[in-house]
């Protein structure tokens, strides 16, 4: 009988012993969690910087529709450097769909390859408002190396915020950036923490 007692005991004082280390733990991580910075958007390409006029173009898109990138706008609009064959690119059209309407921006996709791949894309995705636009000339006048990669355009026609765009995350951070006059999400953060100094 009293084996049973004493190791009843010392079950809970096992028991209490691990619950204080879950507890430490799990207030780590919360630590850890809030410390730790939203990556945003990576800018991987040396085109036009944050700050600097968007190269301008006039051409039609894909149905032949007249598109002007670039430039004094009525809102600002997001460039979307995709690809027909991108995987990524093909999930993302759905989130970028739903940005542009949340956000009340323009959105225009542009894209380079063989006419038959745009046709199977455009046959998969409904476009809605979104302007689709294949040229393989804006890529390199904004020396876009990666896709899928967004450019965010003011009304003005000045480049607020670019950067690659993997997942709904780095869409966000772009408008975050110019919502927030900081060029990228890591500006934000660093400024925050001097700021807390």
């Known amino acids: 009988m009293t084996f049973l007692i004493a190791s009843n005991i010392l079950l809970w004082i096992a028991f209490l012993g691990v619950t204080v280390v879950m507890l430490g733990l799990m207030r780590q991580v919360g630590l850890l969690h809030e410390r730790s910075s939203p990556m945003g958007a990576m800018i991987t390409d040396h085109g036009p910087d944050i ?36 995987p990524v690119c093909d999930k993302l059209f759905p989130i970028i769909k739903s940005i542009a309407r949340a956000e009340k921006i323009g959105v225009v996709m542009i894209s380079d390859g063989a006419p038959e791949e745009h046709a199977r894309f455009l046959k998969n995705h409904e476009l809605g408002q979104i302007r689709y636009v294949v040229s393989a000339e804006i890529g390199m006048a904004f020396q876009v190396g990666k896709i899928p990669y967004g450019v965010l355009v003011d009304g003005e026609g000045v480049i607020r915020a670019k950067g690659l765009t993997n997942t709904r995350e780095h869409l966000e951070s772009l408008l975050e950036a110019d919502k927030t006059g900081f060029a990228s999400l890591q500006q934000f953060m660093a400024s925050r923490k001097k700021n807390a100094a």
Not at 53 to 58: G, Q, Y
Not at 62 to 80: C, D, K, N, Q, W
């Open 51 to 86: 700050g600097d006029m968007a190269p301008e173009f006039d051409l039609p898109d894909y149905f032949g529709r007249s598109v002007h990138i670039g430039g004094a706008s009525e809102r600002p609009t997001l460039l979307m450097f995709t690809a027909p064959t991108c």
